[in-house]
Nanobody, 125 residues
Framework: VQLQASGGGLVQTGGSLRLSCAASGGTFSRLNMGWFRQAPGKEREFVATISASGRSTSYVDSVKGRFTISRDNAKNTAYLQMNSLKTEDTAVYYC???????????????????WGQGTLVTVSS
């Protein structure tokens, strides 16, 4: 499975961005998908996840109510809609795929086997 993340950029505080993660080489509808981020000088952290079926999602507390994860199985793509962006959201965002567990929202980073290359989101004040 290959993952290609895109959609990052520079945005002002309060703005919005939508990240996309295009998957190829596997059966996308069987992949649990996740978004993680790594800010400068910090460890990578979980942001959001969506189950293969799309029926289950989970978010880190700091983005609840602002970010929405979704997927379009017909397009083999997962999305992260980010609204009301804050400077602390500045990070490289990575998408990841888990093919080995049943359809579920996967929070644990070490359960993801496949990773995209990352896309930089910079939120300026």
């Amino acid at each position: 499975v290959q993952l290609q993340a895109s959609g990052g950029g520079l945005v002002q505080t309060g703005g919005s961005l939508r990240l996309s993660c295009a998957a190829s080489g596997g059966t996308f509808s069987r992949l649990n998908m996740g978004w993680f981020r790594q800010a400068p000088g910090k460890e990578r952290e979980f942001v959001a996840t969506i189950s293969a079926s799309g029926r289950s999602t989970s978010y880190v507390d700091s983005v609840k109510g602002r970010f929405t994860i979704s997927r379009d199985n017909a397009k083999n793509t997962a999305y992260l809609q980010m609204n009301s962006l804050k400077t602390e959201d500045t990070a490289v965002y990575y998408c990841a795929a888990d093919a080995s567990t049943r359809s579920m929202a996967v929070v644990r980073e070490n359960l993801y086997e496949y990773w995209g290359q990352g896309t930089l989101v910079t939120v300026s004040s």
